[in-house]
């Protein structure tokens, strides 16, 4: 009789949570799973109308199996997308914060489908929007930047695509940050000529920019506001060599992965404060000269950073050119240096009479 009692009385305690802190809870959630929890109790049963983060995942939506056919390829991606339009026509919030929608793997997925999402996210104030369709979506067919320029809200914009073009068009007066990821591993010889174009001058208020894997000949970035500038190249190909030119005057941290692009600007980037330069082991240990001079001339672009982070070994080897004493490090604090080996030292420092902080960085095998 104390037992059953005891049942009965029981709380429910996350039920007794205020909606706003449901509502983060269960952004950390994809939707359909966050669409299940309506079975729950009645408290639950219209919870996730209003929920201002929407995250449509393919993949965590359906189980991969190794004997599908192109038929059920084509089902599921239609029931995925229904079930996206069902769940828009029934949510309750006006505005939504974020928005995120990963396609399936499949040539069967549908760019109207991405045109749709970008449509409601124009007209639901929509700050975040993340659009990953693997490599469904090519720049020669379906234009991303004009379509989505409609979208005047967006403060962070994420990307992953084939490949990512027309970038001068953009034009987005409240976004700060800006990620592009390009899949085209397969054609590392493809990339993008922005000579004639100089991207992102519709994006003034523009702070952080990321390229991931997007590879460009030359390009020209003009955005007044950016202080954060990462470039990452994929470690399965030789490090790109890319002629970029900053008109980036507030420019405060820089990171370059597996490339060393040719930088040009009128500016002395005295703002910066973190260099951070990292190569694949087996091209660090490259001695071809045009790496070390093109290492070199980072380094002198730069050289008025407060902290680097930098390849042990292409450092030491840059320190042996002949007019590498000529570079100095005046603002200089603090220095590592990236090394599988720990017993190496160097037998000079840089030229950095204020350096306060050095150590080396242990890479994993």
């Given at each position: 009789?104390?037992?059953?009692?005891?049942?009965?009385?029981?709380?429910?305690?996350?039920?007794?949570?205020?909606?706003?802190?449901?509502?983060?809870?269960?952004?950390?959630?994809?939707?359909?799973?966050?669409?299940?929890?309506?079975?729950?109790?009645?408290?639950?049963?219209?919870?996730?109308?209003?929920?201002?983060?929407?995250?449509?995942?393919?993949?965590?939506?359906?189980?991969?199996?190794?004997?599908?056919?192109?038929?059920?390829?084509?089902?599921?991606?239609?029931?995925?997308?229904?079930?996206?339009?069902?769940?828009?026509?029934k949510l309750r919030t006006k505005s939504i914060r974020k928005l995120a929608y990963t396609s399936s793997k499949n040539r069967y997925d549908l760019t109207i489908l991405a045109d749709f999402l970008i449509s409601y996210a124009r007209s639901h104030s929509v700050q975040q929007l993340f659009l990953n369709t693997f490599n469904v979506i090519e720049s020669h067919f379906w234009d991303f930047c004009i379509n989505v320029n409609t979208c005047s809200s967006l403060v962070h914009l994420?990307?992953?695509?084939?490949?990512?073009?027309?970038?001068?068009?953009?034009?987005?007066?409240?976004?700060?940050?800006?990620?592009?990821?390009?899949?085209?591993?397969?054609?590392?010889?493809?990339?993008?000529?922005?000579?004639?174009?100089?991207?992102?001058?519709?994006?003034?208020?523009?702070?952080?920019?990321?390229?991931?894997?997007?590879?460009?000949?030359?390009?020209?970035?003009?955005?007044?506001?950016?202080?954060?500038?990462?470039?990452?190249?994929?470690?399965?190909?030789?490090?790109?060599?890319?002629?970029?030119?900053?008109?980036?005057?507030?420019?405060?941290?820089?990171?370059?992965?597996?490339?060393?692009?040719?930088?040009?600007?009128?500016?002395?980037?005295?703002?910066?404060?973190?260099?951070?330069?990292?190569?694949?082991?087996?091209?660090?240990?490259?001695?071809?000269?045009?790496?070390?001079?093109?290492?070199?001339?980072?380094?002198?672009?730069?050289?008025?950073?407060?902290?680097?982070?930098?390849?042990?070994?292409?450092?030491?080897?840059?320190?042996?050119?002949?007019?590498?004493?000529?570079?100095?490090?005046?603002?200089?604090?603090?220095?590592?240096?990236?090394?599988?080996?720990?017993?190496?030292?160097?037998?000079?420092?840089?030229?950095?009479?204020?350096?306060?902080?050095?150590?080396?960085?242990?890479?994993?095998?």
């Amino acid at each position: 009789m104390t037992i059953r009692k005891s049942t009965q009385t029981e709380e429910d305690r996350i039920s007794l949570l205020p909606d706003c802190l449901l509502h983060e809870i269960l952004s950390f959630l994809n939707t359909k799973s966050v669409v299940q929890t309506c079975v729950l109790s009645k408290r639950w049963k219209t919870l996730w109308t209003e929920i201002p983060t929407l995250n449509f995942d393919y993949n965590s939506s359906y189980s991969f199996s190794i004997f599908k056919t192109e038929e059920d390829d084509i089902s599921k991606q239609t029931s995925f997308k229904n079930f996206i339009i069902r769940v828009l026509s029934k949510l309750r919030t006006k505005s939504i914060r974020k928005l995120a929608y990963t396609s399936s793997k499949n040539r069967y997925d549908l760019t109207i489908l991405a045109d749709f999402l970008i449509s409601y996210a124009r007209s639901h104030s929509v700050q975040q929007l993340f659009l990953n369709t693997f490599n469904v979506i090519e720049s020669h067919f379906w234009d991303f930047c004009i379509n989505v320029n409609t979208c005047s809200s967006l403060v962070h914009l994420k990307l992953v695509c084939v490949f990512a073009d027309n970038l001068d068009v953009l034009a987005l007066p409240s976004l700060k940050i800006l990620e592009i990821e390009s899949l085209w591993l397969e054609r590392p010889d493809k990339r993008a000529n922005h000579k004639e174009i100089t991207m992102f001058p519709g994006c003034p208020n523009l702070e952080s920019l990321v390229f991931f894997v997007h590879l460009f000949q030359t390009a020209t970035i003009s955005a007044p506001k950016l202080k954060n500038l990462k470039l990452c190249a994929s470690p399965d190909n030789d490090p790109t060599f890319s002629e970029v030119q900053l008109l980036t005057p507030t420019l405060e941290n820089i990171s370059f992965v597996n490339v060393l692009p040719t930088v040009k600007s009128d500016y002395e980037f005295s703002r910066i404060d973190k260099v951070d330069i990292q190569l694949v082991s087996r091209f660090e240990r490259d001695d071809r000269n045009s790496r070390k001079s093109k290492f070199r001339e980072l380094l002198s672009v730069f050289h008025m950073a407060r902290s680097f982070t930098l390849p042990l070994k292409l450092t030491m080897q840059v320190m042996s050119l002949d007019n590498f004493d000529a570079l100095c490090f005046h603002n200089m604090k603090h220095l590592r240096l990236r090394t599988k080996e720990t017993g190496l030292l160097l037998e000079q420092l840089l030229k950095a009479p204020n350096l306060e902080n050095f150590r080396f960085v242990k890479e994993d095998s």
